[in-house]
């Protein structure tokens, strides 16, 4: 079953795998670089940023963690502490650093100038902007210290179709053909759209994949929606209740909590925008997704040092799940969960959706054959297919349909955030 | 053609996105995908950041000439100079005069 068409969002960096267990899985030393200036303990792995003193390099020299906080995106925040002197990187590795972040910084802002051109495509869907432009400008304290990769644009499933259209006509390309003629409404999560000038849309229908998304009602967030201003731009963003569930899905289904900026986006809505805590709980349990609110509240507390709202600390410490959200919890969480969430796609939820889903595995649309297993007789490419789906590898001269967006739009980027 | 800028221009932000620089400031204009990235250095950020849509040149400039304590006629005619640059790389708009800048 993982061996199927996979437009599942895990935004998950080529060869990674999630670690078994939900406690253990986030980096030691990349959480205290997340955590930085947020709470009081910041001791992870080998980097203590707790004592008096600058912390010197670790065991090996700075620059094999200088590459993972750049990859993780937090190298804005790292720089800030070194600023602060909290760390002690020394001129060459700052120099490094500072080269890199550039970089990073560039491909944000080369995005975030794209939202002038989208504005009117956003208008006209009535679109938000998820986590990036939103976050950086909206709850962080200086836009720097929240890069982005990509953007995420959530659409209704009614408008999704009509707003590939509109991308289409400025120049964005799809990566790949529908595998059923209505898998963009009923099935994907999200459609990724590639510029040629570098640039990459995430094109959501919802938040997270499978049988979830449906009591997720995109409509009312988009309704909820509100805006965030930078400089000129104003950029259309869902409601920060609403944005921090949204951040707490995707650490948590998205990235299994071992993405240390997907927690810190959830505890940098919670510390500085006016969130109402009622709603936010009011809309988890609504969304079936309380049980991954908690967790996501736990990780904070544990990871992050983050000091709970009462409100939501009192909620937390009465809270236990169903069993409905206990089993998709593990879903989510453990290890394949990717074919896990795909299983539970095919089990849960409606009819017209699991339908879809499984005609798009084991009947996919020739066009959809020749892109994944390229050129063949119709019914060799179908051999090939349900050879795939039966857990052999065919043979084949172009990959398959990429599990991660990091693949997809063939613009290589690396894990998104 | 533009009539070359003096005291009483007013220039306004542009349709941009930008971040801090420890040095400076990286800018990208919106207009078109893929532009340039304009790094503002020196003295640009200071002079990038007072151009508000609401006041002319000259007062900016005075105000850079006694931060400065520098000669305000040099000082204007850099600031002319610089701005223009700003107007050419998109990361600046000229005002038009009695407007305010366009949203």
Redo the contacts between chains.
């Keep these: 079953v993982t061996a199927v068409v996979d437009d599942l969002d895990f935004d998950t960096a080529p060869g990674e795998q999630p670690a078994a267990g939900v406690d253990d899985r986030v980096d030691g030393a990349l959480a205290a670089v997340a955590a930085l200036g947020l709470g009081p303990t910041l001791v992870g792995g080998a980097l203590d940023l707790t004592g008096d003193h600058p912390v010197a390099a670790p065991a090996g020299g700075w620059e094999p963690l200088l590459a993972r906080i750049v990859a993780e995106g937090l190298s804005g925040l790292f720089l800030d502490a070194a600023d602060r002197g909290l760390v002690a990187l020394g001129d060459d590795a700052r120099r490094e650093l500072v080269r890199r972040h550039e970089a990073v910084l560039v491909r944000a802002l080369r995005h975030e100038a794209e939202l002038f051109r989208l504005a009117p495509v956003l208008e006209d869907a009535g679109a938000v902007v998820l986590k990036g432009p939103g976050l950086a400008h909206g709850v962080y304290a200086h836009a720097e210290q929240r890069p982005f990769t990509d953007l995420d644009v959530l659409v209704d499933a009614d408008h999704v179709r009509a707003t590939v259209r509109a991308l289409e006509r400025l120049g964005y390309e799809r990566p790949w053909p529908d595998p059923t003629p209505r898998y963009l409404e009923l099935v994907a999560k999200a459609v990724c759209l590639g510029h040629p000038a570098g640039l990459t849309v995430d094109l959501h229908r919802t938040l997270v994949p499978g049988p979830l998304a449906e009591r997720i009602p995109t409509g009312d967030i988009l309704g909820r929606r509100t805006t965030v201003t930078a400089g000129r731009l104003v950029i259309p963003v869902p409601a920060w209740e609403d944005h921090l569930l949204e951040c707490a899905l995707h650490g948590a289904v998205g990235h299994g909590f071992q993405r240390p900026l997907a927690l810190r986006d959830v505890a940098q809505i919670l510390l500085a925008a006016p969130v109402d805590h009622t709603r936010v709980v009011r809309t988890a349990e609504q969304w079936g997704a309380a049980w991954m609110l908690a967790l996501t509240l736990d990780h904070l507390v544990a990871r992050f040092a983050v000091a709970l709202p009462a409100e939501l600390a009192d909620w937390r410490r009465a809270f236990r799940p169903t069993d409905d959200e206990a089993h998709l919890a593990e879903a989510c969480l453990g290890t394949e969960r990717s074919a896990r969430l795909r299983m539970a796609e095919l089990r849960e939820g409606s009819w017209r959706r699991r339908l879809e889903l499984a005609r798009s595995l084991a009947a996919p649309s020739v066009a959809f054959l020749r892109h994944t297993y390229g050129s063949g007789s119709v019914p060799a490419l179908y051999a090939a297919r349900w050879r795939e789906l039966g857990g052999r590898r065919p043979s084949r001269t172009r990959p398959s349909a990429p599990a991660s967006s990091s693949a997809r739009a063939g613009h290589g980027t690396g894990a998104a955030w | 053609v533009r009539p070359p800028l003096d005291a009483t221009s007013v220039l306004g932000?542009?349709?941009?996105?930008?971040?801090?620089?420890?040095d400076g400031a990286?800018?990208?204009?919106?207009?078109?995908?893929?532009?340039e990235?304009v790094r503002i250095a020196g003295t640009g950020p200071a002079l990038w950041r007072a151009l508000d849509g609401q006041r002319p040149l000259g007062e900016v400039a005075h105000e850079l000439a006694v931060r400065h304590r520098a000669d305000p006629t040099v000082v204007l005619a850099d600031v002319c100079t610089t701005a223009q640059r700003y107007l050419d790389l998109g990361v600046a708009e000229l005002v038009p005069p009695g407007g305010a800048?366009a949203?």
């Design positions: 932000p542009g349709r941009v996105a930008h971040r801090r620089l420890h990286l800018a990208v204009a919106g207009p078109e995908p893929g532009g990235v800048t949203p």
